[in-house]
């Protein structure tokens, strides 16, 4: 009798001692998940709502096709890559095209902008996805380009008390393959 007892507490040993080390590690990975989400020395309350509002300042400057209300968020070395593929190296220069832009096949267009997620890769450096959709675009054979959809990646980083664009990324969902190469 004694001996099947053994056993069975050696398999009870052996089951609370699984469930034991996968119930620490389910909790190692929510404390990290939740570490990573809010880094030490961060508000990231506050952080959060002042990343939202660099996005609803661009978005708002769009919509006045205001080129330098809407790039004030930008970092003056902002690696800016438009729906094209287009790289932009300077405020400066993302600045400018929008201004041709927004003086053209965006002169009457509306920018929504919803903040999908902001990640944060360290207190001071987010990643944020952002879903955007616009309305009133022309394409450049003058045609109307009546409903467009896609999303950008902005890298942000908060310099000075105050966060700003380093980097963004533009995929456009109703985009087309580009033409042939040029050499």
Known sequence: MKLGGGIMNRRTRKLLTALLGISTLLLAMSLARDAIASPAGSDSTADDAAIRQV???????????????????????????????????????????????????????????????????????????????????????????PYRAGYVTYLMAKRNGRWEIIVAHTADFNAKAPGPARR
């Open 55 to 145: 996005v609803a300042g661009f978005s708002n400057g769009w919509n006045a096709h205001d080129a330098h209300a809407m790039c004030i968020s930008l970092a003056d070395n902002v690696q800016w890559v438009n729906w094209l593929g287009t790289a932009l190296h300077s405020r400066e220069q993302v600045e400018q095209a929008h201004a041709k832009l927004f003086a053209g096949i965006y002169k009457h267009t509306h920018r929504n902008d919803t903040v999908k997620v902001i990640r944060y890769l360290a207190p001071n450096l987010v990643s944020v996805d952002n879903y955007w959709t616009m309305t009133g675009a022309k394409k450049r054979d003058g045609t109307d380009w």
